[in-house]
């Protein structure tokens, strides 16, 4: 509170995209990407791996690659896996999920949050200017298509007028 007594106001607010508006296919990118990679390219050096398929949990990712910039999380994950050179494999992982990860966009594997809309709706209607960022190059290709989607009256009237992305 300030010294006058007052509550200070808030002129907008900032909202992350993946993550927290969007549920992003990253995770399916990272665990499908290395298990075609250990069944192709990388066959010969699987064996010389801990890495199994039923391994790449939710809980791992969760602890060794979510938030970490694309290519520490690769690194971070070979690692973990025991894999023989992780700072070369990493640059060739990183690059495969790039690709799985705007293929699985263009399909549609993502979805946005219910209820973080629904705030974000509540934060515009509340006369706030609001605006959308990521650390993700992938964020321009996902919120536009998610709002395609069939949503309620009062999001399709409020969705995306003023902000920014």
């Given amino acids: 509170m300030r010294a006058s007594g007052r509550q ?9 995209v993946d993550g927290v508006l969007v549920d992003s296919p990253h995770e399916s990118a990272w665990r499908e990407s290395l298990q075609q990679l250990m ?3 990388w066959r010969d050096l699987a ?3 801990s890495y199994a398929p039923d391994r790449f949990t939710h809980d791992f990712y969760q ?4 938030g970490k910039p694309r ?3 690769a690194r971070a994950a070979l690692e973990r896996f025991g894999v023989p050179d992780p700072e070369r494999h990493a640059v060739r992982y990183a690059e495969h999920k790039q690709q799985r990860v705007v293929e699985l966009i263009a399909a549609g594997e993502f979805r946005a949050y219910p209820d973080a809309l629904r705030f974000l709706l509540a934060t515009k209607h509340a006369g706030l200017r609001i605006a959308c960022a990521s ?4 964020t321009s290709r996902t919120p536009r298509r998610a709002w395609r989607r069939p949503r309620p009256a009062a999001w399709r009237r409020w ?7």
């Fill in 71 to 73: 290519l520490a999380g």
């Fill in 8 to 16: 200070p106001r808030f002129a907008g607010a900032i909202f992350d």
């Fill in 47 to 49: 064996p010389r791996t």
């Fill in 159 to 165: 969705a995306w007028r003023g902000t920014r992305t």
């Fill in 63 to 66: 602890e060794v690659m979510a």
């Fill in 135 to 138: 650390s993700s190059r992938n």
């Fill in 39 to 41: 069944e192709s390219e």
